[in-house]
Each structure stands twice: as structure tokens, then as C-alpha cells.
Nanobody, 118 residues
Framework: QVQLVESGGGLVQAGDSLRLSCAAS????????VGWFRRAPGKGREFVAT???????TYADSGKGRFTISRDNTKNTVYLQMNSLKPEDTAVYYC????????????WGQGTQVTVSS
């Protein structure tokens, strides 16, 4: 059974940093693309960042210069380092994975709450 488990969320103040982790079980990430998404209260799901199996990354404008996505295939874990957090970063953060050549993310974690106070 393929599972993704996020961790690392919490309550922080504006300007603080957090590192989220996304751990895979059941099947290693190997050649999958892994993405981070978020859903703020009352809003739809929003793309945050992705990383391919070769290490190529993309970011939403909201996180450029502040967020860094990385992966450690030996640990089957993808990270999202978030610096200079803002209250508008408050959301539930989810990781997801899609196989090489697939357009859709088929596996999602349960999410981890990030709350940034002003």
C-alpha cells in the first residue's frame, strides 16, 4: 500500500521557518515527481512546489525565494523548507506523488497544519 505521511507543521510567528517532511512507504519515490500543495481556510488547493526525480524544481510565485523543495531518495523523503513565513502561508500542506510520464497526482498524504501568527 502506497502511503505518504507529512510532518513538521506547527504554529510559528511571522518571519520564522519550518521544514516539512513527506515520507513515502509502500513504494519508493524513485522516478516519481513529488509536489507540495496547500489549502488555506476557505480557499481551494494551491500548488506550492514540485521536484522531479532528477532534482528539477518548480515553485509558485508565492514561495519563490522563501521555500526550497528537496528530496532524499535514500530516505524516501521529500522536504519543504519554508523561511520568512507570512500569515498568508497559513494552510494545511499536502504532499503528493505522480509517476514518470503521468500528469495526475494519484497519491496524497493527509496533510500537516501550518499556522503563522502575525
Amino acid at each position: 500500500q502506497v502511503q505518504l505521511v507529512e510532518s513538521g507543521g506547527g504554529l510559528v510567528q511571522a518571519g520564522d521557518s519550518l521544514r516539512l517532511s513527506c515520507a513515502a512507504s509502500g513504494r519508493p519515490f524513485t522516478t516519481d515527481t513529488v509536489g507540495w500543495f496547500r489549502r488555506a481556510p476557505g480557499k481551494g488547493r494551491e500548488f506550492v512546489a514540485t521536484i522531479t526525480w532528477t532534482g528539477s524544481t518548480t515553485y509558485a510565485d508565492s514561495g519563490k525565494g522563501r521555500f526550497t523543495i528537496s528530496r532524499d531518495n535514500t530516505k524516501n523523503t521529500v522536504y519543504l523548507q519554508m523561511n520568512s513565513l507570512k500569515p498568508e502561508d497559513t494552510a494545511v500542506y499536502y504532499c503528493a506523488r505522480r509517476g514518470l510520464g503521468n500528469a495526475d497526482y494519484h497519491y496524497w498524504g493527509q496533510g500537516t497544519q501550518v499556522t503563522v501568527s502575525s
